[in-house]
Each structure stands twice: as structure tokens, then as C-alpha cells.
């Protein structure tokens, strides 16, 4: 059996990409050419000035660096970690044809680093106006937007349900990318704009749906998603069987278990999500980590760079395979998995060949955890109690103004992506939330609501 201590597991998930010494942060910055009409800017959602925030680092102005950057993305330490850079900015690099592209994610990770390190205030609240929003939902959209209105000069409370508000930042993505303590730096931005950030608060539990609207001018709905549904299979009640949401914020709080020492474990699934709980499990210490997705490597929706990661950690990858029922021992405890084998038929609404069983092809692979990562589910209950417009979930909005079928209620992130409607990324989150923010804006001075 493997040994591992509490500290060793503590050590494994710590930040795995190391951060550019000043040396390398200036070297690398002087490669950019700087430029006009830059692909790069247009490559990010949010339009980060690219070549000015990489100029300033470096002339050694690193303030005005980690500006450039923050002010168009509220985010932009977690993004540098996390964006799937060689997708987008890194990826319209114009070196890219001839040598590599700069290490533009590299480089907004050494500015954020410094403004965060040397604990500056990068923005001052607006002259106050009068007039107040809602934010539901404290994650990167809802933090998005708070920041820009609050700029506005607008009064703007946060309801999140979480302990600590951050979202997916603060919970869902794993600490060996992106430690709890930036996106705590993120939110500590936008209280010291003299927003209001109410945790532990659930809007329709603690706070009634019809006191929001009477007494909010707006509210932004930002409220994410909720837990991984079931995989509607036997012996998903079993001791062994985790939702993979759960999981994954469970270690990222500290949490930090030896259960997985030497285990087998299985995650159902191949999205980002499903990645980072069988990357977890390994620095937990299981034995073997297998990922099992119906469909094939083509159709998975995992970045790049995570896949390569997951297969570096030594995660195996079983494609065409669903499960068909969770097997345990006397005493209720996962002792292994039945699966199936599928093939790939016509394409379904989303465009991905549609996954089909293959009879006969039953086999039992021996498990002892099992990490469900097909999804996640919407928080219906509150979409309906605020009577808006739905499809299964994913709010309907003006895809200019994020307006939604209520003109009080704006709404962005993942409550609206789905069906066609994006890519669910955290800079994509937090585009939306800055352009919900500016409709406000516009739309209660056009009426005469703000001064």
C-alpha cells in the first residue's frame, strides 16, 4: 500500500506552472512586436489591450500593467491561469507563423501577481447616483458586473448562496491552477468598490424573489449552475460515489482526504470538470484513475491543454464507454463498475453523433470511487419564481443587451450559455457581466432613473 502524509497530499495541490521570474518576464515582454490593430485584442472576449499591458511590464511599469489588464477583464488574475490562451490570444499571436507565440497568459499572471503581492486598490468607486442593483450570484459574471456599475456610481449588493463568493473561481476550478487566494484578491477588488457582498444568502430562501424587485432599480442574474445530475443508473446511492462539483471544492477548502490512497477511481464524464476530478484523485493518491466518456476524443469538450495535462498525470482514457451500473460490496461500498460499449450514430441538436449501445459488450472494470461529471443541472426553481423565459434552464436574453423577458432582469454567464448560445468560459463569463452592466447603465439613464 502507498504511503502518503497529510502534508504530502497538501503539497500536490499547489500551483503547478511556475510563475516567470522578473528576468524572464523581461525578456519575454520584449519579444512582442506591439502590434497596430492588434489579432490578439480581438482574440479576447473581454479586449484586453494586450500589446500596452506587455509594453508597460516591460518599461517596469507593473501598476499600470495589472490596470490595463483588470480594467477590461474583473477577473483577469484567474483568467491568466485558466483561459485556454493558445485558443485565443495566444493562438492570434502573429509569431505564431514564425517562431512561437508570446507568453501573453504568462505575462497577465506575472502583472496580477505583482498588483496582488504588493496589495494594490486598482479602481475607485463612481460618484453615487441614487440608484441600486442586484447582483445574484457572486461568481465571475456576477463580480463583472458589480464591478462596472459600482464604477457607475450605483449601490450594488451581491447575493451568493456560497460561504465565500468567487463561484467557480473559489470552488470549481482546482487549486494546482488557480488557488483560492486569487480569486479572493478579485473579490476583495470589487468590495472596495463599496459593493456589498452578501454570502451565505439564497435569493428565494433567505431573500423573497418579490422583495428583490420591488426593491432593486435592476438585478443581474448571475447565478451559475448547480450539482452534477444523476446518472440515472443502479448503485449511484453507494459509499465510493462523489458529484464531481462537490469534489473538487471540497479539496480546494482544505479538505484535503487520504481515502484515495492507493484506490481505483473512475470519472464519468470528459468536460473540463471531469478532468479536474480525475487530476484531483491522482493527487490524492489513488493508484489508477480511468476518465470513461460515451462518445470519442473528438466530440470531448475539455480544453486541449487539460486533456494533455490529465494524460501527463497518468489518467487513462476509455472512449465509447458508458456505465451501467455501480456494483457494491455487503457493507454498501463501491467495489466496481459495469459498462457498456457504444457506437456513434447521427448527429444530435448540439451536432455530436449521438452515442448508441453496443449489446452483448457488458464488462465490469474494478473500481473503488466513482466521480460523476456529466454536467451540471440548472437552478430552475429561482428562473421560474422570477418568471423568465427558459429553455430547459438556459435564460433567454437579448444577446446585445442581456436583457431578459422581465426589462428589470439582466442576465449572464453560465444561466445563459447552453443551447448553442457560446462557450461557458470564465472570461466569456465576465464579458457578459461587464456588457449587462453597461446596458444598465444605459438603460436607466436613458429613462431617467440615474443621475
Known amino acids: 500500500m502507498q504511503r502518503i502524509s497529510t502534508t504530502d497530499l497538501e503539497l500536490n495541490f499547489q500551483e503547478v506552472e511556475q510563475a516567470l521570474t522578473n528576468q524572464e518576464a523581461l525578456e519575454e515582454s520584449n519579444r512582442c512586436l506591439y502590434c497596430y490593430d492588434a489579432p490578439c485584442i480581438k482574440a479576447c472576449p473581454t479586449g484586453i489591450d494586450i500589446p500596452t499591458f506587455i509594453k508597460k511590464i516591460s518599461s517596469g511599469n507593473l501598476l499600470g500593467s495589472a490596470k490595463t489588464i483588470m ?8 483568467c491568466a491561469r485558466v483561459c485556454p490562451t493558445e485558443e485565443l490570444c495566444e493562438g492570434a499571436c502573429v509569431l505564431n507563423h514564425s517562431t512561437k507565440p508570446i507568453m501573453i497568459g504568462n505575462l497577465q499572471r506575472y502583472a496580477t501577481d505583482w498588483a496582488i503581492k504588493n496589495e494594490q486598490t486598482l479602481f475607485e468607486p463612481g460618484t453615487p447616483n441614487g440608484k441600486s442593483v442586484a447582483v445574484v450570484g457572486g461568481g465571475p459574471a456576477g463580480l463583472s458586473a458589480a464591478r462596472e456599475l459600482a464604477r457607475f456610481g450605483y449601490e450594488v449588493t451581491i447575493f451568493e448562496a456560497g460561504e465565500k463568493a468567487g463561484g467557480l473561481n473559489t470552488y470549481g476550478i482546482v487549486s494546482f491552477r488557480l488557488p483560492q487566494s486569487i480569486s479572493y484578491w478579485e473579490v476583495e477588488q470589487v468590495e472596495k468598490l463599496n459593493v456589498t457582498i452578501k454570502t451565505k ?42 458529484d464531481a462539483i462537490e469534489f473538487v471544492k471540497e479539496t480546494k477548502s482544505g479538505i484535503v482526504s487520504k481515502d484515495f490512497v492507493g484506490k481505483r477511481a473512475v470519472v464519468i464524464g470528459a468536460g473540463n470538470t471531469a478532468i479536474d476530478g480525475a487530476t484531483c484523485s491522482v493527487r490524492l493518491g489513488a493508484e489508477n484513475v480511468k476518465i470513461l466518456y460515451r462518445r470519442t476524443e473528438e466530440e470531448m469538450t475539455a480544453y486541449d491543454f487539460e486533456y494533455e495535462f490529465a ?28 459498462c457498456i460499449k457504444m457506437n456513434l450514430g447521427e448527429p444530435d441538436k448540439d451536432g455530436r453523433r449521438r452515442p448508441y449501445p453496443v449489446e452483448g459488450s457488458e464488462y465490469v472494470i474494478p473500481v473503488d470511487a466513482v466521480i460523476k461529471a456529466i454536467g451540471q443541472t440548472r437552478h430552475l426553481e429561482l428562473i421560474k419564481a422570477l418568471e423568465l423565459q427558459h429553455e430547459s434552464g438556459v435564460v433567454q ?10 426589462p428589470k432582469i439582466y442576465a449572464c454567464g453560465d444561466v445563459v450559455f447552453g443551447k448553442g448560445n457560446g462557450d461557458a468560459m470564465v472570461v466569456t463569463a465576465a464579458q457578459q457581466g461587464k456588457l449587462a452592466a453597461y446596458n444598465i447603465h444605459q438603460h436607466l439613464t436613458a429613462s431617467g432613473l440615474a443621475q
Request: with cysteine; hydrophobic share 35%.
Open 71 to 78: 480594467s477590461s477583464n474583473p477577473v483577469g488574475a484567474s
Open 201 to 242: 444568502t439564497k435569493v428565494g430562501k433567505d431573500v423573497s424573489v418579490k422583495d428583490l424587485v420591488k426593491d432593486f432599480d435592476c438585478i443581474v442574474l448571475a447565478i451559475g449552475m448547480a450539482h452534477v445530475p444523476d446518472l440515472g443508473i443502479e448503485g449511484e446511492d453507494l459509499e465510493g460515489v462523489y
Open 311 to 338: 494524460k501527463q498525470d497518468g489518467v487513462e482514457f476509455r472512449w465509447l464507454t458508458a456505465p451501467k451500473k455501480i456494483i457494491g460490496d455487503e457493507h454498501g461500498k463501491v467495489i466496481g463498475i459495469e
Open 397 to 406: 436574453v437579448n444577446k446585445e443587451t442581456y436583457q431578459t423577458s422581465n
